[in-house]
C-alpha cells in the first residue's frame, strides 16, 4: 500500500490551466477506474471533487476534470481562480480492497 | 443534510488506547461502507480503515493491522475505531468518510477529532 505519487506542488496564474500527476502501479490506478480527487484547504476537511476518475459530484465546477492513461491519473483546473489555491489528493481503490491516497500537491496561483 | 460528526480524541501517553467514535446523520446509514482516514499535522491524508454497511467487509491499512478496530452500530447510526498501543507517529487528526459506493469514494467527512500520542 505505497502512496501514489503525486508532484509536491504546482503553480499558474489566474485563468490558465494546471494538471496534477497521481501516478501509481497496476495494482491500484492501472487496473480500475476508482480514481478520485480531493481539494483541501487549510484547516478544513477534504472535499470530493472528481470520481470514476472523471466524474463530478454535484455542485463541483465543470472547470475541474479527470483523465487517465495506463498507471497515471490527472486533474486538471482550467479557468484557475485564487479560490483554487489548496491541497489535492487523489485516491485509488487497490487489488487488496483498500484504499490508497496520494502524497498530496500544493496548488499556488500565482 | 449530511452530518459525520468525530468525538473521542485527546491526548494520550505512548501504549495507551482510545476509542474514537463518529455519530452519523441525515442518510441511511445502514446503506453506506464507512472508512476511517487520518492525517497527521502538516502532512498528508492516510487511508485508516473500512467497513461495509453490515459489517461484513471490513479492511485495515497494512502498517496498522492488530492495533486498529473498526466497527459500527446501524441501530446508533455510528462508526467507532479502537486505537491500541498508541505511538507517537499516531498523533493525526482522524476524519470519518461516507463512503459513496464501496469503491474508497469519500463524498461527506466530518470535521476530524485530533489524536495527540504524546508523554
Known amino acids: 500500500q505505497s502512496a501514489l505519487t503525486q508532484p509536491a506542488s504546482v503553480s499558474g496564474s489566474p485563468g490558465q490551466s494546471i494538471t496534477i500527476s497521481c501516478t501509481g502501479t497496476s495494482s491500484d490506478v492501472g487496473g480500475y477506474n476508482y480514481v478520485s480527487w480531493y481539494q483541501q484547504h487549510p484547516g478544513k476537511a477534504p472535499k470530493l471533487m472528481i470520481y470514476?476518475?472523471?466524474d463530478r459530484p454535484s455542485g463541483v465546477s465543470n472547470r475541474f476534470s479527470g483523465s487517465k492513461s495506463g498507471n497515471t491519473a490527472s486533474l486538471t483546473i482550467s479557468g484557475l481562480q485564487a479560490e483554487d489555491e489548496a491541497d489535492y489528493y487523489c485516491s485509488s481503490y487497490t487489488s487488496s480492497n483498500t484504499g490508497v491516497f496520494g502524497t498530496g500537491t500544493k496548488v499556488t496561483v500565482l | 443534510e449530511v452530518q459525520l460528526v468525530e468525538s473521542g480524541g485527546g491526548l494520550v501517553k505512548p501504549g495507551g488506547s482510545l476509542r474514537l467514535s463518529c455519530a452519523a446523520s441525515g442518510f441511511t446509514f445502514s446503506s453506506y461502507s464507512m472508512n476511517w482516514v487520518r492525517q497527521a499535522p502538516g502532512k498528508g491524508l492516510e487511508w485508516v480503515s473500512s467497513?461495509?454497511?453490515?459489517?461484513?467487509?471490513?479492511y485495515y491499512a497494512d502498517s496498522l493491522k492488530g492495533r486498529f478496530t473498526i466497527s459500527r452500530d446501524n441501530a446508533k447510526n455510528s462508526l467507532y475505531l479502537q486505537v491500541n498501543s498508541l505511538r507517537a507517529d499516531d498523533t493525526a487528526v482522524y476524519y470519518c468518510t461516507r463512503d459513496h459506493s464501496a469503491l474508497y469514494y469519500f463524498d461527506y467527512w466530518g470535521q476530524g477529532t485530533l489524536v495527540t500520542v504524546s508523554s
Open positions: 470514476d476518475v472523471s
Open positions: 467497513i461495509s454497511s453490515s459489517s461484513t467487509y471490513i
